[in-house]
């Protein structure tokens, strides 16, 4: 059996297990210790220094980040984003998870590896070094994980539904997302648009959303290309990967979400493409399924994108339905 068919076996088992979430903490957990060099919070943390970096240097050229209200989507094992948000300066953050990840142990982790990597963090992010060292230093004093989150001024809600929040329309300055919006299925991506929508504030409220195009399972199957998951029809991949209980990836193109956020009456004001040499190419090779064929090579080719946007807040309504001619999802949008 393929590496990536014995890992979508192993956890769909986890899924199942009563205690199955408990247990997948704790590999993730162990995953990241000592015992993988390499794979631990420290070095996750380096590695996303400046793609995180990045994008809160975009956001700070669009919007004033400084005591800004946040509501962040997907908190995940290593919320090194959430961290890095509140050293560039945020007021305050609300993340919601539908799992409790985050453990205290990884959390001060990060914490000590961004100590070790202040001044790349400071350049990363584009804030002067004084302030991040003591915005650091505030929090390095924590002792558990709620003197921790109360310091840096996050209100961690897991299980949490983002879509309740109960905040008015119109109080965030900030909804956000970092490779979350892979894994939830198309049709709730509308939901979480038109909550942004009515959750920002109009003319200075922004969406940030950075999400991964290609296959995740290519990193730990060396026969997989992190495109070839494009052959498969939705029904196929859904057999395939996912189910009801784990949902793995949407399998979301770059140019689907755009066109998701432009039918919610969103403004798109920027976006930044990772791509692969050679994926093009590639791409041209393959037996597209039909969802896909309408884009071109270079739009398939996309491994991961970044994209900022701002409402107007005018209000859409959409719904997801199937149409049986074509046997594939299609998004079908009403405006009023």
Same mark, same amino acid.
């Given at each position: ?34 015992? +993988?060099?390499?794979?631990? %919070? &420290? ?5 996303? /220094?400046? $793609?995180?970096? *990045?994008?809160?240097?975009? !956001? ?115 909804? +956000?997302?970092?490779?979350? %919006? &892979? ?5 709730? /991506?509308? $939901?979480?648009? *038109?909550?942004?929508?009515? !959750? ?130 299609? $998004?079908?949008? *009403?405006?009023?």
């Amino acid at each position: 059996m393929q590496n990536w068919r014995r890992k979508v076996l192993f956890q769909r088992i986890l899924s199942r297990l009563p205690f199955g979430e408990e247990m997948n903490s704790v590999l993730q957990v162990v995953k990241r210790s000592p015992l +993988f060099p390499g794979q631990g %919070f &420290e070095a996750e943390t380096s590695d996303r /220094l400046a $793609a995180i970096g *990045r994008i809160i240097k975009q !956001l700070s050229a669009v919007m004033p980040l400084k005591d800004a209200k946040v509501v962040e989507v997907g908190t995940g094992w290593a919320p090194i984003p959430t961290f890095l948000l509140y050293l560039a300066g945020v007021g305050s953050i609300h993340t919601y998870d539908i799992a409790r990840r985050a453990r205290w142990g990884g959390m001060k982790d990060i914490v000590r590896a961004l100590r070790g990597q202040v001044e790349a963090c400071a350049q990363a992010i584009g804030q002067p070094l004084r302030v991040v060292d003591q915005r650091l230093a505030r929090i390095e004093v924590a002792s558990d994980m709620k003197q921790l989150l109360d310091l840096a001024n996050i209100t961690y809600i897991a299980p949490g539904n983002v879509l309740e929040t109960g905040f008015p329309d119109g109080s965030i300055d900030l909804f +956000f997302a970092y490779t979350v %919006f &892979e894994h939830i299925p198309l049709e709730l /991506l509308h $939901a979480f648009c *038109r909550e942004a929508n009515r !959750l920002l504030r109009p003319g200075t409220g922004r969406l940030c959303v950075q999400f991964d195009c290609g296959d995740n399972f290519a990193g730990s199957d060396p026969s997989l290309h992190s495109l070839d998951y494009l052959k498969y029809s939705d029904e196929q991949w859904d057999r395939l990967v996912n189910d009801h209980n784990h949902h793995h990836f949407n399998r979301l193109r770059e140019q689907e979400f755009l066109e998701i956020l432009k039918a919610h009456g969103a403004t798109v004001e920027s976006v930044h493409s990772d791509s692969k040499p050679g994926h093009t190419e590639y791409v041209k090779t393959l037996p597209l399924a039909e969802r896909f064929s309408r884009f071109t090579p270079e739009q398939n080719a996309v491994l991961a994108t970044e994209v900022i946007a701002s409402f107007a807040r005018h209000r859409a309504k959409a719904t997801v339905g199937w149409d049986p001619s074509r046997g594939e999802r299609r $998004a079908a949008v *009403r405006v009023r």
